[in-house]
């Protein structure tokens, strides 16, 4: 059974910080492409960060110079270090799990996401 747990939101000041982290299980993690989403009341889902089963990252541009994502293949652990934290940013974040197989088939999974409020 594949699981994906979020941990490490919450409240937090304009300019703060907190860091995500996503346990998997289930999966042979370092093989997996992963990443983090977002979804504000009203809004759809949107990418955050990917980080690749090879470590390349991606970002969106909202967020690029504030946030790093990282990966810890041995404790099969994807992070979030998210910084400069402004009101925009609160959203549900989701941790997600990718990958093709070479018969084609796609395995995607997602967690059950984690609240991250910023606040005065």
């Known amino acids: 059974q594949v699981q994906l747990v979020e941990s490490g939101g919450g409240l937090v000041q304009p300019g703060g910080s907190l860091r995500l982290s996503c346990l998997t299980s289930g999966v042979i993690f370092s093989i997996y492409n992963m990443g983090w989403y977002r979804q504000a009341p009203g809004k759809q889902r949107e990418l955050v960060a990917t980080?690749?089963?090879?470590?390349?990252?991606n970002y969106a541009d909202s967020v690029k110079g504030r946030f790093t994502v990282s990966r810890d293949n041995a404790k099969n652990t994807v992070y979030l270090q998210m910084n400069s934290l402004k009101p925009e940013d609160t959203a549900v974040y989701y941790c997600n799990a990718d990958r093709w197989v070479t018969s084609g088939t796609r395995l995607n999974y997602w967690g059950q996401g984690t609240q991250v409020s910023v606040s005065s």
């Open positions: 980080i690749t089963s090879g470590g390349g990252t």
